[in-house]
C-alpha cells in the first residue's frame, strides 16, 4: 500500500516537471520585460512563434538528416523568432509609446494567425506540421541519482529542457540580482527618471529586457513542440502563455517566486492526466478535469493580485523630455 502511493506521488511529481518547464521558461521571460517597466502580455502569442519555429526547423533539419541535433537547433530557432516577436512589442511599447496592454494583444492575435497560416504554406494546406520523429528529446536519465528508489524517476528522469530551465532560473536571479546589469534593469522598472539621471539608457535596457522575454517565452513555446506534442498546430499552446503571467504575479516578479508558482501551475495541469489514470476518476466529467489548472490560475489571482506589489513604474512609458 505504501509503495504503491511512494509510486503514484513520484509519478505525479515527474508529471509535474514536464508541465512545469514551459511555464518555468515563460515566467522568466516576463520577469525580464515586467522588471525593466514593460508589461509583456503577449507571452502567449511569443510562445506561439516559439513553439512554430521549433516544430519546422526541427522537421527541415531532420529532414537533412540533422537527427536529434534538430531538436537542439530547433531551441536556437525558437529563440531567436521570439525575440523577433518580442522586438515588435519593444517598438511599439517603447519607442512608440503605445499602451503595452493593447501590444501585447496585437502580439497575441498576429502570432496565433501568422503561425498558423505558414504552416498551411509550407506544409501544403495542413492545418499542423508533420509529425517529429528524431528530432525531438527523450528524458534523460542522470546515472545513479535516477536509480534511487521513487526520488531517482521523480527528480532525476526528465528531458534536458527541464534541466534547462532551472539552470535559467538560477542564471535570472545572478543576473537580475548580483550583476550591474540586473541592477539597471530594475532601476528602469522602478524609477526611469532617476535611472536616466545617473546616465542609463532607459530605452536601451528596455529593448533588452523585452527582447530576453521573447527569447524565453520562445524556448517556453519551443519546450512543448519538442518534448510532448512532436509537432505544431493551433492547439499546441493553449493559454500556457497566461499561467506563465499567473506564475510571475504569484512568485511576485521573482525568479525563485515564480518557479515555486510554476511548479504549483504545472502540478494542477499534469493532475488532469494523471488523475484519469485511476478508475474512479471516469466517473467525473472530463470537461471539469481540464478545467482544474485553469480554475486554479483564477483563484491564485484571485488571492495574489491585490497582495503582490509590481515594479513601480511598470506600464509607464518613459519620455526624457518629461523627466
Known amino acids: 500500500m505504501i509503495s504503491a502511493i511512494l509510486t503514484d506521488i513520484s509519478q505525479l511529481i515527474n508529471i509535474t516537471l514536464v508541465f512545469s518547464t514551459s511555464l518555468i521558461l515563460t515566467a522568466m521571460g516576463g520577469i525580464h520585460s515586467e522588471r525593466s517597466g514593460v508589461v509583456n502580455i503577449g507571452l502567449e502569442g511569443l510562445m506561439m512563434s516559439g513553439a512554430f519555429a521549433a516544430a519546422v526547423s526541427a522537421y527541415f533539419l531532420e529532414q537533412a538528416g540533422w537527427g536529434i541535433w534538430g531538436a537542439w537547433m530547433g531551441l536556437v530557432a525558437a529563440a531567436l523568432f ?10 511599439a511599447s517603447v519607442t512608440f509609446k503605445a499602451d503595452q496592454v493593447v501590444s501585447g494583444v496585437v502580439i497575441n492575435l498576429l502570432a496565433a494567425g501568422l503561425t498558423v497560416y505558414l504552416v498551411k504554406v509550407l506544409f501544403e494546406g495542413a492545418g499542423e506540421t508533420k ?12 546515472p545513479v541519482l535516477a536509480d534511487i528508489p521513487y526520488v531517482g524517476y521523480a527528480f532525476f528522469q526528465a528531458y534536458p529542457t527541464t534541466y534547462l530551465a532551472i539552470l535559467i532560473v538560477l542564471f535570472t536571479y545572478f543576473l537580475l540580482w548580483k550583476t550591474r546589469f540586473g541592477l539597471r534593469l530594475r532601476s528602469v522598472g522602478e524609477n526611469p527618471g532617476a535611472a536616466d539621471t545617473l546616465g542609463i539608457h532607459v530605452q536601451v535596457i528596455r529593448y533588452i529586457g523585452v527582447m530576453i522575454s521573447g527569447a524565453y517565452a520562445g524556448l517556453g513555446g519551443a519546450t512543448i513542440a519538442l518534448t510532448t506534442t512532436a509537432n505544431y498546430s493551433h492547439n499546441t499552446i493553449s493559454g500556457q502563455g497566461f499561467i506563465a503571467i499567473a506564475s510571475m504575479i504569484f512568485g511576485k516578479w521573482h525568479p525563485f517566486g515564480a518557479l515555486g508558482a510554476a511548479l504549483l501551475f504545472g502540478m494542477a495541469t499534469g493532475l488532469k492526466n494523471f488523475i484519469q489514470l485511476f478508475p474512479w476518476a471516469k466517473m467525473i466529467p472530463t470537461e471539469f478535469i481540464f478545467m482544474i489548472p485553469y480554475i486554479l490560475t483564477i483563484l491564485v489571482l484571485a488571492g495574489a493580485v491585490g497582495k503582490a506589489t509590481p515594479p513601480a513604474a511598470l506600464g509607464q512609458p518613459y519620455d526624457p523630455a518629461k523627466r
Do not use: E, P
Not at 521570439?82 to 517598438?91: E, M, N, P, R
Not at 509529425?131 to 542522470?142: E, G, M, P
Open 82 to 91: 521570439g525575440a523577433f516577436f518580442a522586438l515588435l512589442h519593444a517598438v
Open 131 to 142: 509529425t517529429l520523429h528524431a528530432a525531438v528529446f527523450s528524458k534523460v536519465s542522470i
